[in-house]
């Protein structure tokens, strides 16, 4: 992800790993009352199925937002 931001923002690269950093601590800190509440709730099950639909939901997100950015900076670098 460090790489991947700093190459896309090349003149604000500080900042960007700042937000990174932000968004891992903020994780970090509400990733386990979420995950406590949930495991109240509903127990093993609620967390595995609703973590596992939300990655598989995100990743077409992902697909769709960054695969049009990611083709067009690689066709245009010289990478090979």
């Known amino acids: 992800m460090y ?3 700093t190459n896309f923002f090349p ?11 932000a968004a ?3 994780g970090m800190i509400l990733g386990p009352p ?3 509440g949930l495991y109240y709730i509903g ?3 609620l ?10 939901l995100l990743s077409f997100l992902v697909k ?3 695969s049009a950015e990611v083709d067009k900076t690689y066709a ?4 090979e």
């Open 3 to 5: 790489s991947i931001s």
């Open 76 to 79: 245009t670098s010289d990478h």
């Open 43 to 45: 127990g093993y099950h």
């Open 11 to 21: 003149d604000h690269k500080a900042a960007m790993i700042g937000y990174i950093e």
């Open 64 to 66: 769709f937002v960054f």
């Open 34 to 36: 979420i995950g406590s």
């Open 24 to 26: 891992t601590g903020a």
């Open 47 to 56: 967390i595995y199925n609703g973590f596992g639909a939300s990655f598989i």
